[in-house]
């Protein structure tokens, strides 16, 4: 069940979960919050979602829920910052989780199920902890999906290179296009699926995501296991550079989406 979280917390990638917004990463979930709801967010990494969703539910009481200490302390520094005092924080693992029955209006995880062991384990634990009428929500990335323009081999070499290694480590990179066959597998019925996508094509967007992923890709967890695979990193950080800086460049990165309403 044991999966090995691929990109670990470097700053390179950090930069990327801390652009996050409610807005820009929780769109189909924000029609169905109320001022009031309890809320879990399930691997809420550095946590500027989790602050975002707090401030819509507040005074609902949200836990924000890390694997480490160390991970939960990247949340707590940003919900410190924002001078939050709804939410509070929990060490645990999304397939086995430290609280009871119908405990929280509203379970959300976001960029979480693709990495984990078994993520129809994971769905089956959200909803045992979901009150009756609650809610679950879930968005994950879906790799094989992104698709960019220039055609750069080096990038559909970081493409084939990350999916490998997401693979070899226990999680599913295509996980977008399987939410609801995986929702289906835990027994949920009456699942709302969706997708959305985020696309960089101006300037400034493509630096800031061509120059994360240059620094990514030669800096962070993901680095490491590929350059064990032989692969020429440095290649591949010009490509995104360089896709970075050409004019024409786009991206267009597809996200499955699920909802799920407990009945009660
Ligand atoms: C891609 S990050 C997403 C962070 C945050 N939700 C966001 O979107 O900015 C995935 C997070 O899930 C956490 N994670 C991985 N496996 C987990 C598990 N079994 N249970 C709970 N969290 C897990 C990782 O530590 C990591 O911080």
Not at 190 to 216: H, I, K, L, Y
Not at 236 to 254: K, Q, V
């Amino acid at each position: 069940m044991a999966a090995v979280y691929t990109h670990g917390h470097h700053e390179s990638v950090l930069r990327s979960h801390r652009w996050r917004t409610a807005e820009n990463s929780a769109a189909y979930l924000l029609p169905r919050l109320k001022s009031g709801d309890t809320l879990l967010d399930i691997g809420c990494g550095p946590g500027t979602l989790t602050a975002d969703l707090a401030m819509l539910v507040t005074p609902g009481r949200v836990t924000a829920l890390e694997t480490t200490p160390a991970a939960l302390d990247l949340a707590r520094a940003e919900i410190g910052r924002r001078g939050l005092e709804t939410v509070g924080f929990a060490v645990g693992d999304v397939h086995a989780l430290d609280f009871a029955d119908d405990s929280f209006d509203v379970v959300h995880a976001h960029q979480v199920l693709q990495h984990v062991g078994d993520p129809v384990a994971a769905l089956r634990e959200m909803s045992r902890v979901t009150r009756p009428g609650g809610l679950i929500a879930v968005r994950d990335s879906d790799y094989a999906a992104f698709t960019w323009f220039p055609q750069l081999p080096e990038l559909d070499e970081w493409l084939d290179l990350y999916r490998r290694v997401a693979r070899d480590n226990g999680g599913e990179p295509d996980a977008g296009r399987r939410l609801l066959a995986w929702a289906h597998a835990a027994g949920l019925t009456g699942v709302t699926a969706t997708s959305s996508t985020w696309c960089f094509a101006n300037p400034e967007d493509r630096q800031w995501w061509g120059g994360m992923w240059a620094d990514r890709i030669l800096r962070s967890d993901l680095a490491r296991q590929a350059a064990e695979r032989g692969a020429d990193l440095q290649k591949i950080s010009e490509a995104w550079r360089a896709w970075a800086a050409h004019p024409d460049g786009w991206i267009s990165l597809l996200h499955g989406e699920l909802l799920w309403k407990k009945p009660g």
